[in-house]
């Protein structure tokens, strides 16, 4: 059975960190791209950051550019993002997901979503 579950969220105070974990299950995480995607309360779905099957090609979204690092260590079945000086709007339910491709690109879909990991940023 295909599975991604997501790990790691928490509240965190403004300018502090967190490191999200995607934990793959059923399916050879070496050979797919994997994205991270949030999603606020009464807004869209925003793509977050998304990371090749080889780990070497990265891409963030405008939200996360240069406070957010994406990672895989394919030998453990995991991706991890690593967010730094976070703000209150990056409060969210954080989402990881399985491409249906190796790469980033714009042809990639998803279609295995974990549950989502509820990040909270508040002083």
């Known amino acids: 059975q295909v599975q991604v579950v997501e790990s790691g969220g928490g509240l965190v105070q403004p300018g502090g960190s967190l490191r999200l974990s995607c934990a793959a299950s059923?399916?050879?995480?070496?050979?797919?791209?994997i994205g991270w995607f949030r999603q606020a309360p009464g807004k869209e779905r925003e793509g977050v950051s998304c990371?090749?099957?080889?780990?070497?090609?990265?891409y963030y979204g405008d939200s996360g550019k240069g406070r957010f690092t994406i990672s895989r260590d394919n030998a453990k079945n995991t991706v991890y993002l690593q967010m730094n000086s976070l703000k209150p709007e990056d409060t969210a339910v954080y989402y990881c997901?399985?491409?249906?491709?190796?790469?980033?690109?714009?042809?990639?879909?998803?279609?295995?979503w974990g549950q989502g990991t509820q990040v909270t940023v508040s002083s």
């Open positions: 997901a399985k491409g249906n491709y190796r790469y980033c690109s714009g042809s990639v879909s998803y279609d295995y």
């Open positions: 990371i090749s099957s080889s780990g070497g090609s990265t």
């Open positions: 059923g399916f050879t995480l070496d050979y797919y791209a």
